[in-house]
């Protein structure tokens, strides 16, 4: 038996895999949603393999990092499915729980390589009590970026993705999500920075395409201006907490979750009085790496 087949977190997540396959069969394959759960679940399966067998903890840990963030990319890709109606609610649900738990599990491995030994034990990274989710839901920013997919999912051609353009679309909204997603649970702030970039870039090339629909005539004008504005609100968040971020990195004042987000506050959505209190940040943006559980996990 090799290494990782000994992880009980290994069996555990190949089994989620071999769900997700079988869920993910169904699904139209037009969709990046589609491809994108085949490749973030079996990245964490690959990943997890490579931690075990790397020399040395520094390199175990980098390859945990990334299961971590393919995880946390599989639960982003259930949201989208979810309201893409590719899953039911309650099937979701009980996947992401499932998934929570992996994650929560890796962050033990994760902790455990960093002190020099190998234990699986769940008792450090138990999150708290109620119903277990993801922390990068609680942030508007992933809110909003949702509404994205909801409103391209509400028109017939967000359906069927028979026209290229709208296909590309697509593409942008989901990676802007799974970005977002996935930045959020980055350890270190200069990850955190270019997955926040990457899914500034995706936001404003999908506000390009609505654009091309527009002259091309393929969309509603009343559709596509509902779109950028919801897609300018992600845009003006994204570009608010990378700025806060980048500059505390340099600065070396990193101080914390509420003065962090007080300042996204300030230079995102209340520079525009006309955008809703909903596209505010959540309090709860953490940046600081020693409370890792609970940034990934809602208390």
């Not at 071999?18 to 759960?37: C, I, N, Y």
């Not at 903890?57 to 309201?83: F, M, P, Q, T, W």
Request: aromatic share 6%; proline share 2%; glycine share 6%.
């Amino acid at each position: 038996m090799l290494a990782h087949e000994k992880l009980h977190v290994y069996q555990k997540a190949l089994s989620f895999v071999g769900r997700m396959s079988a869920f993910s069969s169904e699904w139209p394959k037009r969709h990046a949603v589609t491809d994108q759960l085949a490749r973030a679940s079996e990245s964490v399966l690959t990943n997890l393999a490579e931690a075990a067998r790397a020399w040395g903890n520094a390199r175990k840990v980098l390859r945990l990092d990334y299961a971590l963030g393919s995880s946390i990319e599989c639960a982003a890709c259930i949201d989208i499915a979810e309201i893409k109606e590719f899953v039911r609610k309650e099937a979701a649900e009980d996947e992401k729980r499932a998934l929570c738990e992996i994650t929560r599990m890796l962050f033990g491995l994760r902790k455990a390589w960093q002190r020099s030994g190998v234990s699986e034990s769940r008792e450090e990274y138990q999150g708290g009590e109620g119903n277990s989710c993801f922390h990068h839901e609680q942030l508007d920013l992933y809110r909003a970026s949702l509404d994205v997919v909801r409103w391209l999912s509400r028109k017939p051609e967000g359906i069927g993705l028979s026209d290229r353009t709208y296909r590309q679309l697509d593409t942008s909204v989901t990676s802007t999500v799974l970005n977002i997603a996935e930045g959020n649970g980055r350890f270190a702030t200069l990850d955190n920075c270019r997955f926040l970039d990457i899914a500034h870039s995706t936001a404003v090339r999908a506000s390009t395409l609505v654009d091309l629909l527009s002259v091309r005539e393929r969309i509603n004008p009343t559709d596509a201006l509902l779109g950028k504005d919801i897609l300018l609100r992600v845009t003006q968040m994204l570009n608010s907490m990378s700025a806060v971020k980048k500059r505390q990195y340099l600065e070396g004042t990193e101080t914390g979750s509420t003065k962090l987000s007080a300042e996204v506050r300030d230079k995102g959505w209340a520079q525009n009085p006309d955008i809703s209190r909903s596209t505010k940040f959540s309090d709860k943006v953490r940046d600081d790496g020693s409370d890792m559980p609970e940034s990934y996990l809602i208390q």
